[in-house]
């Protein structure tokens, strides 16, 4: 499916001065559908640019701390190296150490965190550090795909995607919004793809994965509303 484009979702928060009875003021779904679009599209690095523009949304970037996920290769290399010099700190997550640091070593102010989000020890160790480390911008990016029958998939892998692309975005969701809403500033960004919008066949687990992403950050943001 080469024209399945990535949707960056967004939640943005804000300081709202004139409503004391609420965390924050307007808070909104930002959505870029990159399938309309995908002719001024063809590298991870001109999407990036995308994400840059919903990351920047909330406000500047200048002192702002950002972690993202999936950021050894695809969209969160890029959008790493893309932010490089433009925020105060970025935490890139991944299961590969070494590419990270190798990746680090070329922007300014990262610092390499690694940890493999199929394993549960790994995520609630890094759902902690979000909880305990300041962070301003969460980018949900990672993600793995799988593709062929449902009836011939491997169990394993199943548990693995959805652990990857589901669970992890909640657990480190839930992790940081308390900060987010206390602070009334800040931003999390959830990587969908247009595969969440319809029915995929011999990509079942995957389309409906995204699918719960959409709909989850969509009714989280009508609960930020106040």
Same mark, same amino acid.
């Given at each position: 499916? =080469?024209?399945?484009?990535?949707?960056?979702?967004?939640?943005?928060?804000?300081?709202?001065?004139?409503?004391?009875?609420?965390?924050?003021?307007?808070?909104?779904?930002? @959505?870029?559908?990159?399938?309309?679009? @995908?002719?001024?599209?063809?590298?991870?690095?001109?999407?990036?640019?995308?994400?840059?523009?919903?990351?920047?949304? =909330?406000? $500047?970037?200048?002192?702002?701390?950002?972690?993202?996920? *999936?950021?050894?290769?695809?969209?969160?290399?890029?959008?790493?190296?893309?932010?490089? *010099?433009?925020?105060? $700190?970025?935490?890139?997550?991944?299961?590969?150490?070494? @590419?990270?640091?190798?990746?680090?070593?070329?922007?300014?102010?990262?610092?390499?965190?690694?940890?493999?989000?199929?394993?549960?020890?790994?995520?609630?160790?890094?759902?902690?550090?979000?909880?305990?480390?300041?962070?301003?911008?969460?980018?949900?990016?990672?993600?793995?795909?799988?593709?062929?029958?449902?009836?011939?998939?491997?169990?394993?892998?199943?548990?693995?995607?959805?652990?990857?692309?589901?669970?992890?975005?909640?657990?480190?969701?839930?992790?940081?919004?308390?900060?987010?809403?206390?602070?009334?500033?800040?931003?999390?960004?959830?990587?969908?793809?247009?595969?969440?919008?319809?029915?995929?066949?011999?990509?079942?687990?995957?389309?409906?994965?995204?699918?719960?992403?959409?709909?989850?950050?969509?009714?989280?943001?009508?609960?930020? $509303?106040?």
């Amino acid at each position: 499916f =080469p024209t399945l484009g990535t949707i960056p979702i967004a939640l943005r928060f804000t300081a709202s001065p004139n409503r004391s009875t609420t965390y924050f003021g307007d808070t909104r779904i930002h @959505r870029i559908h990159f399938n309309k679009i @995908r002719r001024s599209i063809n590298s991870d690095g001109e999407k990036s640019e995308r994400l840059l523009e919903v990351c920047a949304m =909330p406000t $500047r970037l200048a002192n702002k701390w950002i972690l993202i996920t *999936g950021a050894s290769s695809g969209i969160g290399e890029a959008l790493a190296r893309g932010l490089s *010099g433009k925020a105060r $700190r970025l935490l890139l997550v991944a299961r590969s150490r070494a @590419r990270l640091d190798a990746i680090g070593a070329d922007i300014a102010g990262a610092e390499a965190v690694g940890c493999d989000l199929a394993l549960a020890t790994d995520r609630q160790a890094l759902a902690a550090m979000l909880v305990d480390q300041r962070v301003d911008v969460l980018v949900n990016n990672a993600g793995v795909g799988l593709f062929g029958a449902f009836s011939n998939a491997d169990p394993p892998r199943i548990a693995e995607l959805l652990e990857i692309n589901l669970l992890a975005v909640v657990q480190l969701t839930r992790a940081l919004l308390p900060r987010l809403i206390a602070q009334r500033a800040g931003a999390i960004v959830n990587i969908t793809s247009n595969a969440g919008l319809q029915g995929c066949p011999y990509m079942s687990v995957y389309a409906g994965a995204k699918s719960f992403l959409i709909n989850w950050t969509e009714g989280l943001a009508g609960e930020l $509303r106040g």
